[in-house]
């Protein structure tokens, strides 16, 4: 395969390498992930995140395996540990059933190479649509607030929600990003805020408990988050953290924006109660770990509630930006999400 870079994934000498997106800002390592096994256990640990960047990671991997050797059937099984590495993220699965089709032709890994290669150029075409769709959403002199992490990081783009926010910058309309920590891993504080700061966005780091005075305050002009998937009704299941926000944002009258690929959008899923919700480590709440260390704070027995993601409900959407467009919450009551 080709020689690629974005900014999280690299091809090169014919193997797959990430930027170790645990060990940001401080520390640049790229890691190997020659192996499913490899592969697996960062996307388990969230060295690679973000729903687009799992999705193309695990078809890179296929196809650099495919060109390795590895037979159909051998293929096939690693597809399946792959499609299960993370149960809420649907790109993972949207782009892993296109890798199974190119497995069924004669010539699987030629076919797996093309479609891993077409997954990630098109990656890119779906979050510069997006940056253009929802620039135009942003009004000159906008105080912004976004959590967790939607940025080139998470994608082979420029990010969703994340492209958004630059594209209106480059236009003159930020004055500041609010930037949520997201805990309990601080996507927002360690990935966010140096995506930004790379960017030259102006920003400031918040704790997630601080949005809501910042609302009462009328420092928020809108807010922009991601998604992890969306459900035929409209549903949006991202980032613990978010249908919070979704209900502050609600009650203070503030436009709240759901930026993603069409890839995110599960038209199988009736509605957000039918998405999986992954619950996550007990030590990720009882303490906290990073290339510094780690530390333990809470009770070694405590009882913990971890899931990394929660649903918010349609009714609470502004509009869902698409590479195809902006869909209406008007559109959605219709029963139509077009995207």
């Not at 607030?145 to 994608?155: K, P, R, W």
């Not at 333990?296 to 959407?317: C, E, H």
Request: net charge negative.
């Amino acid at each position: 395969m080709q020689t690629l870079r974005t900014t999280s994934l690299e091809v090169r000498d014919n193997q797959l390498w990430i930027l170790d997106q645990q060990a940001l800002p401080q520390q640049q390592n790229w890691l190997a992930a020659h192996t499913v096994a490899q592969l697996v256990e960062h996307i388990h640990a969230l060295r690679v995140r973000g729903a687009p960047l799992i999705g193309l990671s695990a078809s890179l991997l296929l196809a650099l395996l495919a060109e390795q050797g590895l037979s159909r059937a051998a293929l096939a099984e690693a597809l399946a540990v792959l499609r299960a590495a993370r149960p809420t993220a649907v790109n993972l699965m949207n782009n892993l059933d296109r890798m199974k089709q190119a497995l069924q032709q004669a010539d699987y890994a030629a076919a797996l190479s093309a479609e891993a290669l077409r997954l990630v150029d098109e990656d890119k075409a779906l979050c510069a649509s997006i940056a253009r769709a929802g620039s135009a959403l942003v009004k000159p002199g906008s105080q912004l607030l976004t959590h967790c992490n939607t940025g080139g990081l998470a994608t082979a783009g420029v990010g969703t929600a994340l492209g958004v926010i630059a594209a209106a910058h480059r236009q003159g309309h930020v004055r500041n990003v609010w930037v949520d920590e997201t805990r309990p891993l601080l996507q927002g504080g360690r990935l966010t805020a140096w995506e930004l700061g790379e960017l030259g966005v102006p920003y400031t780091l918040i704790a997630d408990a601080m949005a809501a005075s910042l609302m009462a305050r009328g420092e928020v002009d809108a807010i922009w988050v991601g998604a992890d998937r969306i459900a035929a009704n409209g549903d949006v299941a991202n980032k613990i953290g978010t249908y919070s926000l979704a209900v502050l944002a609600h009650y203070h009258g503030i436009p709240f924006y759901v930026a993603a690929p069409h890839t995110t959008l599960d038209r199988q899923c009736v509605s957000g109660d039918d998405i999986p919700i992954e619950q996550r480590s007990a030590a990720e709440i009882t303490g906290v770990a990073g290339s510094f260390g780690s530390v333990q704070w809470a009770p070694a027995n405590a009882a913990v509630y971890n899931p990394a993601f929660d649903v918010t409900p349609a009714a609470l959407i502004s509009g869902w930006v698409l590479d195809t467009g902006v869909v209406t919450p008007e559109q959605v009551a219709a029963g139509i999400f077009q995207p």
